[in-house]
């Protein structure tokens, strides 16, 4: 049978405050295990909550940015459940008025085609603790630093049908979050991490499956892998005449399967009640319209300018805007030499693939926008080949000058001498009397591919620095 996939995903993204969302205390990542962690955080008695505004304000910036409803009046309430990081025995989160009501936003598929996706609602929570199992022997340690941190909790609709569309999904979320500047969207870190809802259902049925849900899986890789796994462990199910159990799973990364973590727990299990700490948070239509007005240059928007102004494909535009770092890293590459179309080539491909090589960020690029527009524009004027130029820029990467100190120290300029080229063509003309005699009795393609041999003569007798467009005026001319 042909099983269709039913996904919903929550994503749970810490923000970027720098205090908790009811304490003072800090929330920076990598701190000595419980020195961020306040009276509050730890729930000794007598100890209340004060709301983050921050927490708030990124919230709304959210919900504006996937055109979502925002609840102006929104309730705190209190998830009771025990986990050994969680002091209180309950967690302050938002159930039946978030802040964040229905929305949706587009994702671009690999395919080039695009899907909506709807967001149910997203609301403000903080988070647990962290238990840590590595360095103690037959115990665990609790780190509270990341207790009381924001998070906001965006659970979409059960739009998503595919392992592709998922991380599509995720990467678009991550990319706004960025460009919004409300997360870091480190997941490595856990600043966002992904539960994934999961069911079956014959395909064209309408009726949804029972589902599991796949917890805390913190790359999109893992993501990817996890949903692959576990279609195929409810597929097996399915069709040796089982049922599917609704349960909480983990995924294991080193084995790249799922197992069992408990069942899974539905709202009444939480036993929800409004928190009695906090009071209802109200906002009016000023308070959204300020941040309304402060929002930057969303991905989509950026992507539909680059497409308009710059004259990029759909798929180019995307992988620039992917990040407002790489977004401004292009256009400062096209200031500097003033073609956008060459300059989205070489951001795409010689720049985005030394990073991925060395597994830099674009802020750690040892080739600044200013320098790599340089370099682009010594190829548009003819100072060198485009091959040369990727000579140069790999010096430029391992820390070497500008390009131009470059191609003169090196004597690497482009021979564009019609004087010196016509030599060169005459010489390989000469040397290669056979091809030549091949040429004048071949085919329309016979001949371009032997016009191929003929230009690449000539580079290796200049070394490569023989001007391309000229050799090829110059063998046209010759040979005809």
């Not at 039913?6 to 749970?12: Q, R």
């Not at 007598?46 to 990124?58: H, I």
């Not at 988070?127 to 115990?139: N, Q, V």
């Not at 070489?346 to 320098?371: D, M, Y």
């Amino acid at each position: 049978m042909q099983w269709e996939t039913v996904i919903g995903l929550e994503v749970h993204l810490q923000l970027a405050t720098r205090s908790k969302i009811f304490s003072g205390s800090a929330t920076d990542f990598g701190a000595e295990p419980n020195t961020q962690a306040s009276a509050v955080d730890l729930a000794m008695p007598g100890m209340l909550p004060v709301l983050n505004e921050q927490a708030v304000r990124y919230a709304v910036m959210f919900g504006l940015g996937i055109d979502a409803h925002i609840g102006m009046r929104s309730v705190f309430d209190r998830k009771n459940y025990f986990y050994p990081d969680l002091p209180k025995g309950y967690q302050i989160s938002q159930f039946s008025d978030p802040i964040v009501g229905a929305g949706q936003f587009e994702i671009q598929l690999e395919d080039g085609s695009s899907k909506q996706i709807g967001i149910t609602r997203a609301h403000l929570e903080e988070d647990a603790g962290k238990s840590l199992h590595e360095d103690f022997h037959g115990m665990s340690g609790i780190d509270l630093n990341r207790a009381g941190t924001p998070l906001l909790e965006i659970v979409s609709e059960p739009d998503i049908r595919s392992a592709a569309e998922a991380v599509a999904y995720l990467k678009t979320l991550h990319s706004l979050v960025t460009y919004l500047g409300i997360s870091d969207g480190n997941m490595a870190e856990g600043s966002m991490r992904c539960d994934i809802n999961i069911s079956l259902r014959p395909m064209g049925s309408e009726k949804l499956g029972t589902r599991a849900e796949i917890k805390n899986v913190n790359s999109f890789r893992f993501v990817e892998r996890a949903i692959r796994h576990e279609f195929e462990r409810q597929a097996d199910i399915l069709e040796s005449g089982g049922r599917i159990v609704q349960e909480t799973r983990l995924y294991d990364a080193d084995r790249d399967e799922t197992r069992p973590m408990r069942s899974k727990e539905v709202a009444n299990d939480y036993r929800y009640f409004p928190e009695p700490d906090l009071l209802p948070v109200v906002i009016d239509e000023q308070y959204v319209a300020e941040i309304r007005k402060s929002l930057p240059e969303l991905p989509a928007d950026k992507r539909q300018r680059f497409i308009e102004q710059h004259q990029l494909s759909a798929y180019d535009a995307g992988v620039l805007v992917d990040s407002p770092a790489l977004a401004d890293y292009y256009e400062q590459v096209v200031a500097a030499c003033g073609d956008a179309k060459i300059a989205a080539n070489w951001v795409q491909v010689e720049l985005r693939g030394q990073l991925n090589k060395n597994e830099l960020a674009i802020e750690a690029s040892p080739v600044s926008a200013n320098s790599l527009g340089q370099l682009i524009t010594r190829i548009l004027d003819n100072s060198i080949s485009g091959k040369i130029a990727k000579q140069v820029f790999e010096a430029m990467w391992q820390g070497e000058d500008s390009a131009d100190e470059i191609i003169e120290a090196r004597g690497l300029k482009q021979v564009s001498d019609s004087g010196a080229l016509e030599a060169m063509v005459d010489q390989v003309i000469a040397d290669n009397a056979a091809q030549v005699t091949q040429f004048l009795e071949a085919d329309d393609g016979k001949r371009k591919k032997l016009v191929g041999f003929f230009v690449g003569q000539v580079m290796k007798v200049s070394k490569g620095q023989a001007n391309p467009q000229m050799v090829n005026k110059l063998l046209a001319e010759k040979l005809k």
